[in-house]
């Protein structure tokens, strides 16, 4: 692939809060890694670790690690990817193949793996570097813009659900609809379950019966556990926004054996009475996105069922924009930055 220019453009985090657009000088991948021309990277809610210095970084940095480009360089010891293949970039940058966990099979918790965005310079660019090991192959049928929010949002509530101990025909409970809750309707429907809706205020039952739920529970209008075992209870209830009490009053409505799935992150405590779990053997657990075979996964699904994030682009230089309007809660619901 030709080769444009020495730099490229980035917008960079420089220090808590501000973003400001740069050049960048334009470098050779390394051993196990490829340079990628980014066509679209989404603006998660996570990087907001990396612009208000929660993470531990080191200034500048670009943040984003929802990232989709074309391969245009590939270093030593590289292997099953070629030039002009498009790839994927998560938050997962790369797993090392020999610590424990890998070698066990768990690729998410590699002991020496790198955050896109956080330890190394992210997607809110015109080129990034990679790890070989933590690319995504996207399916030519989807665009880069429609792939970039599946990349974490998408990964993160597919792989939730898929691992699961929900079937088919069984009641899935989805709390938020948002960023990852309108996505997480959408695969919950597809994947087969009865699927409840539970936000906050009438006005949402619409769109929530519009993105696949079969019911709308009203979480101000009355306790939502009690619609649940209405229903039956459910297997599974996927928390996207919620923390603290939420949990505990949601945790009553799975049936015995079920599980609470914590996906979005608050500053609260989780408060659950030792009771609620020791009747009924219920659980409470996170999950923190998925490995690249499931990203792979989540995409071919997204493709194959339809489902699709709602989304506003932006250009690359109105990072700084869009990152305020996500953080403000006024994005509906994912924005995704495109590159020229």
């Given at each position: 692939?030709?080769?444009?220019?020495?730099?490229?453009?980035?917008?960079?985090?420089?220090?808590?809060?501000?973003?400001?657009?740069?050049?960048?000088?334009?470098?050779?991948?390394?051993?196990?890694?490829?340079?990628?021309?980014?066509?679209?990277?989404?603006?998660?809610?996570?990087?907001?670790?990396?612009?208000?210095?929660?993470?531990?970084?080191?200034?500048?940095?670009?943040?984003?690690?929802?990232?989709?480009?074309?391969?245009?360089?590939?270093?030593?010891?590289?292997?099953?990817?070629?030039?002009?293949?498009?790839?994927?970039?998560?938050?997962?940058?790369?797993?090392?193949?020999?610590?424990?966990?890998?070698?066990?099979?768990?690729?998410?918790?590699?002991q020496n793996q790198a955050f896109t965005g956080i330890q190394h310079d992210g997607?809110?660019?015109?080129?990034?570097?990679?790890?070989?090991?933590?690319?995504?192959?996207?399916?030519?049928?989807?665009?880069?813009?429609?792939?970039?929010?599946?990349?974490?949002?998408?990964?993160?509530?597919?792989?939730?659900?898929?691992?699961?101990?929900?079937?088919?025909?069984?009641?899935?409970?989805?709390?938020?609809?948002?960023?990852?809750?309108?996505?997480?309707?959408?695969?919950?429907?597809?994947?087969?379950?009865?699927?409840?809706?539970?936000?906050?205020?009438?006005?949402?039952?619409?769109?929530?019966?519009?993105?696949?739920?079969?019911?709308?529970?009203?979480?101000?209008?009355?306790?939502?556990?009690?619609?649940?075992?209405?229903?039956?209870?459910?297997?599974?209830?996927?928390?996207?926004s919620s923390g603290g009490k939420a949990v505990s009053e949601t945790i009553k409505?799975?049936?015995?054996?079920?599980?609470?799935?914590?996906?979005?992150?608050?500053?609260?405590?989780?408060?659950?009475?030792?009771?609620?779990?020791?009747?009924?053997?219920?659980?409470?657990?996170?999950?923190?996105?998925?490995?690249?075979?499931?990203?792979?996964?989540?995409?071919?699904?997204?493709?194959?069922?339809?489902?699709?994030?709602?989304?506003?682009?932006?250009?690359?230089?109105?990072?700084?924009?869009?990152?305020?309007?996500?953080?403000?809660?006024?994005?509906?619901?994912?924005?995704?930055?495109?590159?020229?």
């Open positions: 692939m030709a080769q444009v220019g020495s730099t490229y453009r980035a917008v960079q985090a420089v220090s808590p809060g501000k973003l400001e657009l740069t050049q960048k000088p334009l470098a050779e991948p390394g051993p196990s890694h490829v340079r990628i021309r980014v066509e679209a990277c989404g603006v998660c809610h996570s990087d907001s670790g990396t612009v208000e210095g929660v993470f531990p970084i080191e200034w500048p940095r670009v943040p984003g690690h929802e990232a989709v480009g074309r391969i245009d360089a590939i270093g030593a010891g590289v292997e099953g990817w070629k030039v002009g293949q498009r790839v994927g970039v998560g938050f997962l940058g790369g797993s090392c193949g020999h610590c424990g966990p890998c070698r066990n099979g768990d690729l998410v918790n590699c997607g809110y660019a015109e080129v990034m570097i990679a790890k070989a090991s933590g690319l995504v192959s996207v399916p030519d049928d989807l665009s880069s813009v429609d792939a970039a929010p599946l990349l974490c949002a998408g990964l993160t509530t597919f792989s939730a659900l898929r691992n699961s101990p929900a079937k088919a025909g069984d009641l899935v409970a989805v709390i938020g609809i948002g960023g990852l809750g309108h996505l997480a309707l959408q695969y919950a429907r597809h994947m087969g379950f009865e699927v409840a809706a539970i936000g906050r205020g009438a006005g949402k039952a619409d769109l929530a019966k519009k993105l696949g739920a079969h019911h709308y529970i009203d979480s101000t209008a009355g306790n939502p556990a009690d619609a649940l075992q209405a229903l039956g209870g459910a297997v599974a209830v996927v928390m996207t409505g799975l049936r015995p054996g079920g599980v609470a799935i914590v996906l979005g992150v608050t500053p609260e405590p989780i408060e659950v009475a030792g009771t609620d779990l020791l009747f009924g053997s219920r659980k409470v657990e996170g999950a923190l996105t998925g490995n690249p075979a499931t990203a792979d996964a989540t995409l071919r699904f997204s493709a194959l069922s339809g489902v699709a994030a709602m989304i506003e682009t932006m250009p690359l230089e109105s990072a700084p924009e869009a990152y305020a309007k996500m953080m403000s809660g006024k994005a509906r619901f994912r924005i995704v930055l495109t590159m020229p």
